[in-house]
């Protein structure tokens, strides 16, 4: 790491002991120093002492050892030491001044002036203090500005949290910050110790001259609009755009280069989330027992989470997958910890496919509330597996939704997707399937399940408000496409997208949950309530977006020297090349601004029962034909697909 030709490597990689040793040798040096400069300056002397001024020289050294490491001068790390250190350095010189004059004034030697015993600590100051400047400059400062390695950063917020990650880019050879970019006229044009501050349009021709690779946003506390209005603008420059935590991160008042980090979700859906509706989010929750099956998942996860701060008596963990139930179990206790939460978290290991274990669920916690998010969403996996689609999807929520009917449970919310909108693969099928069953039951006042069960019996009377939410992808979730892309690119590409037109609709999984909750407490029973998420998202632009913020270009027929390829894959089994929220026109509103009641056509529980009944032992049975006839006679708008296994390029 040069610096004007002078490399610090070899001298940071001392041994404590051997930089204390080389600094207490500078004091000493400089000591004496100072006292030849005194004498020079009181009487003119620039020759070797004379008559007893030797113990003058002497002295010098002798006082500044004891006291400097009596005060810890020895124990700072010069490059990172700040007012707390020069303040030590001062009293320390204040010290050293005190019993520097008093000998003088005591001994009283011959041609050793009282003045020097006023000058000589002045000049000491000034030496040691420049040199604890230089040595923070130098191996801290200017190594970090003036490294010529691949890390060369501007900093875009000139504010408390910029100022703030400079200093700890002070602390770390990763970066030389090269300036802060600003919006405010006020701050352009000036400096932050000693580095120039830009305005916004500055920043292309600084990115050439000066060679930047980097961008970090330090502006955690700007809104959504201004934030995405400056990616937008960062968007085409050859550099690798990234944030800093938001503002609670940044509440302790430290930061370090560990805390950057990439461009959240929210940045690279191009839009403001959509803001929750408070009074509708505490609804159901307080004081109650609410369960989420699913609980492992992204949505699920998320769902909990955003219930625990609405303070529930008790949160019901249902997860069939050991691991994600750990995680997330460990996750909620730890919150509870931290925020002192009075809430009793339970993790159960429970399939969906397990009425039984249900329903002694259900029986033994009492949940006012059930969300039920346990399902399997991925398109070409179900496509090739779909009686595991059927029987999971579409009879898991049956078995839910009649565990918490018999139990009693007040709201049950449905987490459905958009793809259960005329779908073309038997994914959106099993979810819109899943629809109807609570469509249909949210319709009968008592339900029986005879052709379903031999054993039901008697007839079971429907309390429960039914409720569906439908929304678009959620960007970050497992299997999604950010994650994906992310991949990619730390492999080096290509990013790979089924096809150049196709579009889909995002959401954030805060957005997600949130909607999930709002729309339960808006329920009145069978609901299908969407989300207003605005105009869909073409994946391409998505890809080529993550490449340019990644501080990359794109390699195609017209940049064939570019860093990364988007490659066209083809669509996948059932794969559409868009997606629709609604099945009918003229949805209705809510009590949510963004949030809109659906119209739609549902079959009586009568009428779907024996279809039910039927499609279940087809999926026993693996009978696949008689299984898509099923769900094609129901389900508006679809028809059987052929059923292929899919590559393995086409599942990644």
Same mark, same amino acid.
């Given at each position: 790491m040069p610096v004007s030709g002078i490399s610090v490597a070899?001298?940071?990689?001392?041994?404590?002991?051997?930089?204390?040793?080389?600094?207490?040798?500078?004091?000493?040096?400089?000591?004496?120093?100072?006292?030849?400069?005194?004498?020079?300056?009181?009487?003119?002397?620039?020759?070797?002492?004379?008559?007893?001024?030797?113990?003058?020289?002497?002295?010098a050294p002798v006082l500044v050892v004891p006291i400097f490491v009596r005060l810890g001068l020895y124990r700072a790390i010069f490059r990172y030491t700040g007012m707390a250190a020069l303040t030590s350095t001062v009293k320390a010189v204040g010290i050293y001044a005190a019993l520097f004059f008093g000998a003088l004034l005591l001994f009283k030697w011959n041609g050793v002036p009282l003045s020097v015993g006023l000058i000589q600590p002045m000049i000491f100051l000034l030496l040691v203090g420049a040199s604890r400047a230089m040595a923070r400059f130098w191996l801290?400062?200017?190594?970090?500005?003036?490294?010529?390695?691949?890390?060369?950063?501007?900093?875009?917020?000139?504010?408390?949290?910029?100022?703030?990650?400079?200093?700890?880019?002070?602390?770390?050879?990763?970066?030389?910050?090269?300036?802060f970019i600003d919006d405010d006229a006020s701050k352009i044009g000036g400096r932050i110790n000693g580095v120039d501050i830009f305005g916004l349009d500055e920043v292309r021709d600084v990115v050439e001259r000066m060679g930047v690779t980097d961008i970090l946003l330090a502006i955690p506390s700007l809104g959504r609009v201004q934030r995405n209005a400056i990616i937008a603008a960062l968007r085409e420059l050859p550099v690798h755009v990234r944030t800093l935590p938001g503002m609670l991160d940044l509440a302790s008042g430290r930061v370090t280069v560990r805390d950057f980090r990439e461009l959240d979700v929210e940045d690279l859906l191009g839009r403001t989330p959509v803001a929750p509706n408070e009074a509708l989010l505490a609804r159901n929750h307080a004081g109650k027992t609410v369960l989420v099956t699913g609980a492992g998942g992204s949505i699920g996860s998320e769902l909990c989470r955003r219930i625990m701060l609405e303070k529930p008596s008790r949160l019901v963990l249902v997860?069939?997958?050991?691991?994600?139930?750990?995680?997330?179990?460990?996750?909620?206790?730890?919150?509870?910890?931290?925020?002192?939460?009075?809430?009793e978290v339970v993790p159960l290991l429970a399939s969906v496919s397990n009425l039984g274990r249900l329903r002694e669920i259900c029986r033994n916690h009492r949940p006012s509330t059930v969300y039920h998010a346990a399902a399997y969403k991925h398109v070409p996996l179900v496509e090739c597996n779909p009686s595991e689609g059927v029987l999971n999807n579409v009879f898991g929520t049956l078995n839910m939704a009649r565990a918490a009917m018999e139990s009693g449970v007040e709201y049950f919310v449905l987490v459905s997707t958009d793809k259960a909108v005329r779908p073309t693969n038997v994914m959106g099928a099993t979810k819109r399937m899943a629809e109807l069953v609570l469509q249909a039951l949210a319709a009968s006042q008592a339900v029986t399940f005879d052709l379903l069960d031999r054993e039901a019996g008697e007839m079971v009377g429907n309390r429960t408000i039914f409720a569906m939410v439908r929304f678009g992808n959620v960007l970050g979730s497992?299997?999604?496409?950010?994650?994906?892309?992310r991949r990619q690119l730390l492999e080096g590409g290509p990013l790979t997208v089924t096809h150049q037109e196709v579009t889909r609709y995002f959401m954030t999984i805060p957005e997600a949950a949130q909607l999930v909750l709002q729309a339960g407490a808006m329920a009145r029973g069978g609901e299908v309530f969407v989300l207003d998420m605005g105009q869909?998202?073409?994946?391409?632009?998505?890809?080529?977006?993550?490449?340019?913020?990644?501080?990359?270009?794109?390699?195609?027929?017209?940049?064939?020297?570019?860093?990364?390829?988007?490659?066209?894959?083809?669509?996948?089994?059932?794969?559409?090349?868009?997606?629709?929220?609604?099945?009918?026109?003229?949805?209705?509103?809510? $009590?949510?601004? /963004?949030?809109?009641?659906?119209?739609? !056509?549902?079959?009586?529980?009568? %009428?779907?029962?024996? =279809? &039910? $009944?039927?499609? /279940?032992?087809?999926?026993?049975?693996? !009978?696949?034909?008689?299984?898509? %006839?099923?769900?094609? =006679? &129901?389900?508006?708008g679809y028809g059987p697909q052929p059923v292929e296994v899919p590559s393995p390029m086409a599942l990644n």
């Open positions: 070899p001298l940071l990689a001392l041994p404590r002991p051997a930089k204390r040793l080389a600094v207490l040798a500078l004091d000493l040096v400089l000591s004496i120093f100072s006292v030849w400069s005194a004498f020079y300056l009181r009487i003119g002397q620039t020759g070797l002492p004379q008559y007893q001024q030797i113990y003058a020289y002497l002295l801290g400062g200017w190594a970090a500005k003036y490294y010529d390695g691949e890390g060369r950063l501007l900093i875009y917020g000139a504010g408390e949290a910029g100022v703030q990650t400079a200093s700890a880019l002070q602390t770390s050879r990763q970066f030389a910050l090269l300036g997860e069939h997958n050991e691991f994600g139930l750990y995680t997330i179990h460990r996750e909620l206790e730890d919150l509870c910890t931290e925020h002192g939460l009075p809430i497992s299997g999604s496409v950010v994650p994906l892309f869909p998202v073409k994946i391409m632009d998505l890809a080529r977006r993550m490449i340019q913020l990644s501080g990359l270009s794109v390699r195609d027929e017209r940049n064939l020297g570019g860093d990364i390829e988007i490659k066209v894959t083809g669509l996948r089994p059932g794969e559409k090349l868009y997606e629709e929220l609604l099945i009918g026109d003229n949805p209705e509103g809510t $009590a949510h601004e /963004r949030i809109m009641k659906a119209r739609e !056509d549902h079959v009586s529980w009568s %009428e779907l029962e024996p =279809l &039910l $009944a039927e499609i /279940r032992l087809a999926a026993e049975q693996q !009978d696949q034909q008689r299984m898509l %006839e099923i769900l094609s =006679l &129901l389900v508006h």
